[in-house]
């Protein structure tokens, strides 16, 4: 993969197929009316997605070197500790292991 995004784009793609995939972005914009709208809070992974029988999964999507950051690994910890799947991928295959999904074509991605 070339970069993060593609990656996620890609880590959507194969998670969609299996239950609800969500692109979840942090931070916050300004609208033309002078306001912020705020989005996920700092460190909320960059895929959010929803199994079969309500499991929940939440992938923070990185290239080979990339490091997470604080925020993101506490919110990977808190995930865990409430009983939600999550982890950091650097590839597909990682985001379906994460899941707990066993991929049947792939290519190694």
């Known amino acids: 993969m070339a970069n993060e995004s593609r990656l996620v784009y890609e880590v959507m793609r ?4 299996h239950g609800a995939a969500y692109r ?5 914009v300004p609208l033309p009316n002078g306001k912020r709208f705020n989005g996920m809070p700092k460190g909320f992974a960059d895929v959010m997605v929803i199994l079969p029988e309500g499991r929940a999964a939440f992938i923070e999507c990185k290239v ?7 925020e993101q690994e506490r919110f990977i910890t808190k995930m865990r500790k409430l009983g ?3 982890g950091v991928a650097r590839s597909v295959d990682d985001a379906a292991r994460i899941c707990g999904i066993e991929r049947e074509d792939h ?3």
């Open 14 to 17: 194969e998670l969609g197929k």
């Open 107 to 109: 290519n190694g991605d």
């Open 84 to 86: 939600a799947r999550a």
């Open 64 to 70: 080979p070197g990339g490091k997470s950051s604080p």
């Open 24 to 28: 979840c972005n942090s931070g916050s």
